[in-house]
C-alpha cells in the first residue's frame, strides 16, 4: 500500500508516494529532496526516484496546485488545447484521491491510536528487548552452530553452557514475558484490523483510482517532458 503526496519545491509541484502500513502515521520519517538529481526524459511517469522525490510537511492547496499548472499549460506549446483540458481535469481528479487518501488515513490514525493507546505495547517490547544486553550478548558470543540452530528462545537459553543457571534463570523469565507480550499483541493488532477493515478497503479502492488518472495522464507526461515531470511527476518515494 502506498501513501501518495503533493509536495511543493521551489515553486514546482511534485506528487510523490511512501509505502504504509497501520502504524504508517506513528513510524513516518520526513526526507528532504535533492535540489540537483536529474530526471530522465523518457521516465515513467510513475517511476521510483527516492533521492528527487520527498514526503512534505506542509502540503499546498488545491487550489495552488491548480494554478501552478494552469501556468505550466499557459506556456506549453506541446499539447493541444483539448490534451491540456484533459490533462487539467484529470490531474484534479487526482488531487481529490489524494485528499480522500490523507482524510482516510486519518481516520485509520485515529482508529488505532484509540485502540491501541498509540501503541503503548511498544514500549513494553523495547523495555524487555533492552533487559539482560550483556547476558544475550554471553548467550551468543559463546554460540555454536548447532546452538543457533535452535529455533525456540528459550530452549536456546537452556541449551547455553556460558550462563550460570541463575543467568539462564532470568533470562527465561525475561523472555516468557516477551511472548506473553507476543500473544498481547496478535490479539490488539487483530483487533485493529477488524476495526479499520471498511478503512483500508476504500484505500485500496483511492489507490486504484489514483493509478488509474496517473495512467490516463502518463502519454501527456511523456510529449510534455522533463520539466513537466520535474514539476508534476508522479512518484513512489520507496521501492
Known amino acids: 500500500m502506498k501513501k501518495l503526496a503533493i509536495l511543493l519545491v521551489a515553486g ?9 502500513g497501520l502504524s504508517t502515521a506513528r513510524a513516518a520519517e520526513e526526507k528532504k ?13 510513475m517511476e521510483t526516484d527516492e533521492d528527487f522525490f520527498a514526503y512534505p510537511s506542509d ?14 499549460l499557459k ?11 484533459s490533462l487539467t481535469e484529470n490531474y484534479k481528479k487526482l488531487l481529490t484521491t489524494l485528499e480522500n487518501i490523507d482524510k482516510t488515513y486519518e481516520q485509520i490514525y485515529k482508529v488505532t491510536n484509540k485502540l491501541t493507546n498509540n501503541w503503548e505495547i511498544e514500549d513494553k517490547f523495547d523495555v524487555l528487548s533492552n533487559k539482560n544486553v550483556e547476558l544475550w550478548n554471553k548467550i551468543y558470543d559463546n554460540a555454536t552452530d548447532e546452538d543457533l540452530e535452535i529455533e525456540d528462545n528459550i530452549e536456546f537459553i537452556k541449551s547455553s553452557k556460558a550462563l550460570t543457571g541463575k543467568e539462564k534463570d532470568t533470562l527465561i523469565k525475561t523472555q516468557k514475558e516477551i511472548d506473553a507480550l507476543v500473544v498481547e499483541y496478535d490479539k490488539l493488532y487483530n483487533k485493529v484490523e477488524k476495526a479499520t477493515k471498511e ?10 483510482d489514483s493509478e488509474k488518472l ?5 502519454p501527456l507526461a511523456d510529449k510534455l517532458g522533463k520539466k513537466f515531470k520535474e514539476n508534476f511527476g508522479c512518484c513512489d518515494l520507496y521501492r
Open 12 to 20: 514546482s509541484l511534485i506528487v510523490s508516494g511512501a509505502a504504509s
Open 33 to 45: 529532496p535533492s535540489s540537483n538529481k536529474m530526471v530522465d526524459k523518457d521516465m515513467n511517469f
Open 59 to 72: 502540503m499546498p492547496s488545491k487550489a495552488d496546485q491548480m494554478k501552478a499548472l494552469e501556468n505550466f
Open 75 to 85: 506556456n506549453d506549446g506541446k499539447l493541444t488545447q483539448a490534451e491540456k483540458q
Open 199 to 208: 478503512l483500508n478497503a476504500k484505500l485500496d479502492s483511492l489507490y486504484e
Open 214 to 218: 496517473m495512467n490516463k495522464m502518463q
